[in-house]
């Protein structure tokens, strides 16, 4: 999938100096009843009908993901408190009825700031602070809101281990804690980011501070014309709703005695609440703004699979990924479980408290019993939720749960290194004793629904049989979407005759994910060859998917195109420059312009495109290579090298900047300095094949084939199946 912005958090939408009054729709007469565009008229507007649905989502996390400061919102302590990090004090403090803190800016000196709005609630409450540009900054610094004896009641970072500082990309400051970009969506309703980038300023405008009725129903103008029309409601199709959350109306579980579990009345056809739901609670990029409830959520959002990095190699959480993709490879999620089906929507808790949600649908009687839980009635080890969805806690005191639902495999945490629920309860044993505990209970190792790790924890050791394993998760149908897809992109790394006429067909799948997987896994494809497989993509009924085959063919001529590929590249540039627009704030968004102007041979577009991007972030590494790229390849040799020791001056340790470096040397014949940055690229990634490859390569054209051999022999053991070493090693023996 194109990397078009760091994956985002949340959603949101207010004016920065507050808001009009909510437009409603005009009322005609039911004569003259036209049905209008919908707009957004406020979560106030929908009070009078809708009461007890208000009343359930007054006080939850929805009501209070984003308030104004007052003495009723605002949990922290402001009586002069005082806070100690990385050598710095913050004092918290109140003054004429506002708000303050004094801590270290963007230049590292103490200075007093006014929060301008509380965000969140529970177990955490943070901070907003303006900055120019109409920037709004997340302060690091969070208050505990959780009760005294359970550890709260406190300041606390949100970074504890480390030493974050003004120059930090962690720091409050920096963009990485900008509510507009990363937070603001999912935290207000009908956000607009409104981006100048001419003057580099937000003009961050809402129609409701949270996370109101519109966020989840959609724009409500019509419905509400509909409500007042009396004898004429029947003019506006489907009383003006955006979107009907009709999936579950009519719909019963019963659970079969035999198995002791539910299934379903009706096959679940939809995906309408559940990608509602995931606009937020997934990890993702938002690639437009205008997104229509009841959409495919990838027509404006890119969902990330199970990257590495994100998910370990059974799919359990790693990173901050929320819920989505976890569900996604759930058992629950293929039986056509949806998340109304155990929270409610609207205050958000639980439907029963602990393991009662599950016995709506699994029998009591079976899964309650010692047998099954193999633990004291009572005990922590008998609650279905602590082995099926074990936590993980994010932002320090954030405990949440992993929604891939499933069956504790401590023998997996042997053989893979991944996480199981039994040690994370009984810290003192290990795996293997768990392993061990399981069988005799069993008589076997446990299974599960997901089995897909060992195939991808192959795939990322670059085993022998790797490739073998992808193709085999690719092609089965029964495999969750969302574990075809990253199967998809990770079998780039291969390409082989076996791999590409399996992503070809995956091109075609009727899943987006997987078809956006497969364009990501052709990436390496020469391009006249991935254009014959992939230019159908361009017309793709998901936008996201037309906007990443953009930005990979920007660079086939047009002559080479029909009339009708013409038209489609056409549409689907503008949604892709569009798409940069979004992010015309980040590096990211800039990084990827400069991509699409330098394929298109518009250079100084491209090279303007480089250096904006490193300007809205100076540690921004592609800026750098990016922009060193173009300058080789206008035969600016000098200023590339330029480039990328400013970029290093930056990052030091950035891999990719002494790979360049050492590619620029090589060319220019100075191969001692070569070698050198070569090496030092392949030890900063010791897992990154090309690198190593590369290094190993110059150390032979040097003449140093000892050395080269050794080093081959190095990249080997941690990459035993990686196709490029097992050929350069044929290479090199072969060589006299």
Not at 472 to 494: C, K, N, S, T
Request: aromatic share 8%; hydrophobic share 40%.
């Amino acid at each position: 999938m194109l990397a078009l912005v760091a994956l985002g958090l949340l959603l949101a939408s207010w004016s920065l100096s507050g808001v009009g009054d909510a437009e409603t729709a005009s009322v005609d007469s039911p004569a003259t009843t036209r049905v209008q565009q919908a707009r957004f008229v406020g979560g106030k507007a929908c009070i009078s009908c809708h009461a007890s649905a208000v009343r359930e989502w007054k006080g939850s996390h929805h009501d209070l993901a984003m308030q104004d400061v007052s003495e009723q919102t605002v949990l922290g302590d402001f009586n002069q408190a005082r806070f100690n990090y990385a050598g710095v004090t913050s004092t918290f403090f109140k003054r004429d009825g506002r708000f303050f803190v004094n801590t270290d800016g963007p230049d590292g000196k103490l200075a007093d700031f006014q929060i301008r709005y509380a965000f969140g609630v529970s177990p955490l409450q943070q901070y907003l602070i303006e900055l120019p540009g109409g920037r709004l900054q997340a302060l690091s610094i969070a208050w505990d809101s959780r009760a005294r004896e359970a550890g709260g009641q406190r300041w606390f970072h949100l970074y504890p281990g480390e030493k974050v500082d003004h120059k930090d990309v962690l720091h409050w400051t920096r963009r990485s804690q900008n509510w507009n970009h990363m937070c603001a969506e999912c935290h207000s309703t009908d956000l607009r980011k409104n981006y100048d980038a001419s003057t580099q300023r937000f003009h961050t405008t809402w129609t409701d501070i949270n996370v109101s009725c519109e966020a989840c129903h959609g724009p409500g103008s019509n419905h509400l014309a509909w409500a007042k029309r009396a004898g004429g409601w029947n003019a506006i199709p489907d009383k003006g709703l955006a979107v009907r959350f009709d999936e579950r109306r009519n719909v019963h579980w019963t659970i079969d005695p035999a198995s002791g579990n539910a299934k379903r009345s009706a096959r679940r056809t939809t995906q309408k609440e559940i990608e509602t739901c995931a606009r937020c609670h997934s990890r993702r990029s938002q690639l437009s703004e205008d997104f229509v409830h009841g959409r495919p959520l990838m027509d404006t959002h890119a969902p990330a699979a199970l990257q590495s990095g994100l998910y370990h190699v059974d799919g359990q959480i790693r990173d901050e990924v929320y819920e989505y993709a976890s569900f996604r490879q759930s058992k629950m999620y293929s039986k056509g479980v949806t998340c109304s089906d155990c929270h409610n929507p609207h205050s958000l808790k639980l439907k029963a408290s602990g393991s009662a949600v599950c016995m709506q649908c699994h029998a009591a009687v079976k899964y309650t019993s010692t047998a099954h839980h193999h633990h004291r009635a009572g005990s922590a080890g008998s609650d279905c939720l602590a082995c099926h969805m074990p936590t993980k806690t994010y932002m320090g005191v954030d405990v949440r749960r992993d929604h891939s639902l499933r069956v504790p495999r401590p023998d997996q945490s042997v053989s893979l290194g991944t996480p199981n629920a039994c040690t994370a309860c009984h810290t003192d044993k290990s795996a293997v004793w768990a392993a061990a505990a399981v069988r005799g209970w069993l008589g076997r190792d446990a299974r599960g629904f997901q089995t897909f790790a060992p195939a991808l924890a192959a795939a990322r050791k670059r085993a022998p049989n790797a490739e073998a394993g992808l193709l085999a998760l690719l092609d089965d149908p029964l495999q969750p979407a969302v574990v075809r897809a990253i199967a998809a992109e990770e079998l780039g790394a291969w390409l082989s005759p076996q791999s590409v006429p399996a992503l070809a067909r995956a091109l075609n799948d009727p899943d987006p994910q997987v078809r956006g997987g497969a364009l990501a896994g052709l990436i390496d494809l020469p391009l006249e060859q991935r254009w014959r497989l992939a230019a159908p993509l361009l017309h793709d009924d998901v936008r996201t998917l037309r906007i990443e085959a953009a930005g990979q063919f920007a660079g086939v001529p047009l002559e080479q195109m029909t009339p009708q590929q013409r038209a489609d590249m056409e549409r689907a540039s503008a949604e892709y420059l569009a798409a940069q627009k979004q992010y015309a704030d980040t590096p990211e968004g800039q990084v990827n312009l400069g991509n699409y102007y330098a394929a298109r041979g518009e250079f100084a577009a491209a090279e303007a495109a480089y250096r904006t991007a490193a300007v809205r972030d100076p540690d921004w590494v592609p800026a750098y290579v990016n922009l060193a790229d173009l300058q080789r390849q206008m035969q600016r040799d000098d200023a590339a090298e330029q480039t990328l020791r400013a970029g290093l001056k930056q990052q030091a340790d950035a891999a990719v900047l002494h790979y360049s470096l050492g590619l620029l040397q090589v060319r220019a014949k100075q191969m001692e300095a070569a070698l050198a940055s070569l090496e030092r690229a392949a030890k900063l990634e010791p897992e990154n094949a090309n690198y190593s490859y590369v290094y190993v390569v110059a150390l032979h054209s040097n003449g140093q084939t000892r050395a080269a051999q050794a080093a081959l022999r190095q990249a080997l053991s941690r990459m035993p199946g990686e196709p490029v070493l097992i050929e350069l090693k044929g290479q090199l023996a072969a060589t006299p």
